[in-house]
Every structure is written in structure tokens, then in C-alpha cells.
């Protein structure tokens, strides 16, 4: 295999070359041309990459969870957008993971096909039915909430609609309570309330009595008069 990099290229092929940091240098130089004219090469770039990327970090201690700038530097791939090293490493890890919503092929099959532009698109296509399943759960979940909520509110409507209800209505013996506290407070006598009482009711005619008070409540008006 080459070893030399004094004829590195963006064209030179990585298959030829043995050391991580040449590999990452022809990289490293067609990302500059990717970058530069906004490609988006799965098969050329992102594969490649994420193979380099697996390999340095299956190099990595078990305590390291990220790999170090310094060994991105040294395989001068530190230059690459992260999220473009991301996508690229998910990539190359999952390559011959089987997709069940895509015709059951492989990622790799499907990169190999051509499907998407992309290794952005590929992948998400790859997500989509956890996604859509994550937002369908979340809208359950929010529209479960909103009907809890209107539940509550309902409920809370009807409650204070009986209390008011329960507060507002008024019995024989609270007006004949009031009354009496009235005449008190007022010195005056019971013949008097019922002198003033009938007063009023032969203000009426029998039938217009009988819109504003009940029969019974009638007569017995009439009688304490």
C-alpha cells in the first residue's frame, strides 16, 4: 500500500493507504472541496470517515467517551463540521444494520443505491418511524393533558355553579327571619308588616299575583294579611 504523502490528493484513493493520518489528510482535502461546493458524497466522504472515526475511537480507553481533539488534529480530520463526523461515524457503524421500513436492506445498501443525496437524509429516513412514533405519543400525551384539563375546568364550573346555586336560593324561613330582624331593627310591629303586606298583594290583580308567587304561596300570604 502507498505511504507516502507527498502525492496526497482530494482524488487519491484511501484504499491504498495504510496510515490513519494519510487517510485523514485526503479527507481532510475533500472536505475542503465538499465544503466549498456544498456536495453532500455518502460513498467518497462520509463512509470513509466514519470508518476512520470507528477505528480511533475502538482505540480510545474505556474511561474516554469522546475522542480527543489532539487525535483529530494528528488525523487531520479536526476541521470537519462535528455534526458531518457524526452523522459519518452513526454511518459507518450501522453500515450492515438491516432496515425493516426500507425494504429490509442494509444502511449500506441503501447508501450504495444511490436513494439519497445525502447521508443527512439517508439517516433520517433510517429515524423516521421512531420519530413519527415519538411525536404521535407526544401529541397523545399533550392532547390527554388538554382533556384532563378541560375536565377540570368543567368540573370546576359545575361545582361552583351548585354552590352558588346552594348559596343563592333562599327558603320560607330565611325571608321570615329576615323579616323579623327587619320589624326589630326598625321598631315596628308584626300587625304593621301585615297591614303593608296586604297592601301589596291588593296592589295586584289575582292574575298577576299569580305570575310572581305560587298558588299555595299566594294563599298563604293572603292569610297572614
Given at each position: ?5 507527498t ?27 465538499i ?72 444502511i ?93 298583594i ?24
Amino acid at each position: 500500500m502507498e505511504n507516502s504523502t507527498t502525492q496526497l490528493s482530494a482524488t487519491t484513493d484511501i484504499a491504498t493507504l495504510s496510515k490513519d493520518n494519510d487517510i485523514g489528510k485526503v479527507l481532510s482535502l475533500r472536505w475542503k472541496r465538499i465544503e466549498k461546493a456544498n456536495a453532500k458524497s455518502i460513498l467518497d466522504f462520509d463512509k470513509p470517515l466514519g470508518d476512520l472515526l470507528c477505528k480511533l475511537r475502538g482505540a480510545l480507553d474505556a474511561s474516554q467517551k469522546q475522542i480527543p481533539s489532539k487525535t483529530l488534529n494528528v488525523n487531520s480530520i479536526n476541521g470537519i463540521d462535528r455534526r458531518r463526523r457524526s452523522e459519518a461515524e452513526r454511518l459507518a457503524r450501522d453500515w450492515n444494520t438491516p432496515v425493516s421500513h426500507l425494504d429490509g436492506k442494509t444502511i449500506g445498501e441503501i447508501a450504495e443505491s444511490k436513494r439519497f443525496s445525502s447521508t443527512t437524509a439517508l439517516l433520517a429516513a433510517v429515524d423516521k418511524p421512531e420519530k413519527d412514533a415519538k411525536q404521535a405519543a407526544a401529541k397523545a400525551e399533550k392532547d390527554a393533558a388538554k382533556a384532563l384539563e378541560a375536565e377540570e375546568a368543567a368540573k370546576a364550573e359545575a361545582d361552583f355553579e351548585l354552590a352558588w346555586k346552594a348559596k343563592a336560593t333562599t327558603t320560607a324561613m330565611d325571608i321570615a327571619t329576615e323579616v323579623v330582624l327587619q320589624l326589630q331593627l326598625n321598631n315596628l310591629t308584626l300587625a304593621d308588616f301585615r297591614a303593608a303586606l296586604k297592601e301589596q298583594i291588593d296592589c295586584f290583580t289575582d292574575a298577576e299575583t299569580a305570575q310572581l308567587l305560587p298558588e299555595q304561596a299566594t294563599d298563604n300570604l293572603k292569610a297572614v294579611a
